[in-house]
């Protein structure tokens, strides 16, 4: 590989991945919470696991941890196999959601807990704290108790305690949950920084699809313990492979209907009597004259007045709600098939110039290569 | 300070002001007096009728020769130090069973965890006093122990535990341990498990990361576990009396004999007072925790 193509181990049929899960399957009693799963997870990715709650993905992480038993299957962190390997052996640390700081313990003496017991010589590790609270920037708060911190501070702090051993796959579990909205988006640039400079590989947990987007190199979106979609976030977003990864990833307009013509990457959808077929990209496992679904995101679904005769996907329908966003709107505009389209417009017009208003006919319509026609 | 909130202070202080200061300023007015045969068994007596040179006499005949004959014979110095190793001993034991019972409650599945704890409290239903005869019940020569054992054949002569030392140990043990693990519980109940958790990620052994975390968190719930346990055990009388032999020596048991046998209120008194001064420290300790504990808390 050249240094100046893009970050894509997964690409790469010879590269070897840092984490390897082969038929992975757990169950707690009758419950599975992760079945059977395949993963490839290469060093240096920021890997995010994201689904709703329940979905496996705090169990995944923790499996890698040392902290959950593998009831099926293996998974290898290096080559080797993890099984029976307790959390104290493993080359892995962990942020905590908690942040499970050592409540009796001074920031520094949070950070030199793991040194400690590890072979890093004793005259090593005041150097080693020194340069983990220089990362994170917090120097001068090396003598205080956790409590006496901010939530953000003790974020850092967690992050730094999880970091300072150098190990070879950091886990983050929900790292960012608990801080205000604000400084979470902060956060996630300075977590993408660190793990920069740091080269380790981060497997993050969250629930928040906009942080999973933000800072993961690729997303995992699991759901009832199934990975449903492993890809990079552009290709979750604009070419998700079931209507389930496009409705939990972002707003999404869904159309159903019978799949009538499938090309090379082009399918058409019919989905409603005397309606022009609607076309898009084609979606995997698709074949013809099965019922299938389009989905289409709001942003691409441009409005207008008059019927835009130069455009092949082109419905019309009654404006039924405005939602004034400040920096957009969205349109919600019923089809006379009843079903509710979502168009996202953004203002670069005041809104008293605005043309459309509730009650209007108006025409919606998209590129051919906007949506995509999935098997549902 | 508002009126209103002068008036709901005052309660409690006026409380402890006609409930404790006053009960021991006349202790240790006793204390200073001299034994009399008469009623009451001490003199002087404020004779407030005389006026000022009643007062001035009454003073004058206060005297601390109580606390010094405390010093000279041998008898109460060693009933101090045998009450305070028997006490020290008793909290040692005591831990060493209360803290399994916290950790295990604490770790026990969340809807069981009420009627373990009621359990533990249960005991406290009964009078004190009965649950020590009962306690003889079992641990007499002929109590259900001894039948017990002999029955299954571990021994064919009876243990004496009854009327030593151990006896006393077990009195207190059972009597004092809820106040020992209601404390750690409290402590334990509260831990973060991803601590532990967190412990093992950075290179702890489950061993180790209990020792770290587990017991070093619990401190200062033990701390007052074995304050609780310590400070009333040191002036105990009713279990050395009942289940201690004659050669079981406890400052409470002294002190009641003082009072009671010889009649002599003023040494009583002394005694009574020096006890509480030894206790003073352990309560300054305790304090300090729980002031600690808050501070952390914040």
Redesign the interface.
Known sequence: MNADAPFAPWEDETATPLIEFSNVTKRFGTFTAIDDIDLKIYPQEFFALLGPSGCGKTTLMRML???ETVTDGRITIDGTDMNGI???KRA???M???Y?????LTVAQNLA??LK??DMPKSEIDGRVEEMLRLVQLQKFASR?P?QMSGGQRQRVALA??LA?APKLLLLDEPLGALDKKLRQETQFELMDIQEKTGTTFVIVTHDQEEAMTVASRIAVMDHGKLKQVDTPDRIYEAPSSVYVADFIGDVNIIEGQVTQLAEDTAELSWGEGKPAIRGMAGENLSISTSGAFAVRPEKVAIFTEEPMDRHNRVSGIVEDIAYLGNMSTYYVRLESGALIKSQIANNRRISRRSITWGDTVWLSWTDTAGIVLAS | MSLARRLLISVPYTWLLALFLVPFLIVLKISLSDYANSIPPYTPTLEVGEGWSGIKEFWSALDFENFVFLTEDALYIKAYWSSLKIAALATFFTLLIGFPFAYGIANAPQEWRPSLLMLIILPFWTSFLIRIYALIGIISNDGFLNQFLMWIGAISDPLVIMNTNLAVYIGIVYTYLPFMVLPIYATLEKLDSSLLEAAQDLGCTRISAFWSVTVHLSKPGVIAGCFLVFIPALGEFVIPSLLGGSRTLMIGKVLWEEFFSNRDWPLASAVAVILLLVLIIPIVLLQRNEQMQREQNK
């Open positions: 941890g040392g902290f307790p959390p104290n892995v640390n962990m905590f959601q908690s499970a700081l050592f409540p009796h807990f793991g017991r590890s108790k409590h305690r999880a051993k």
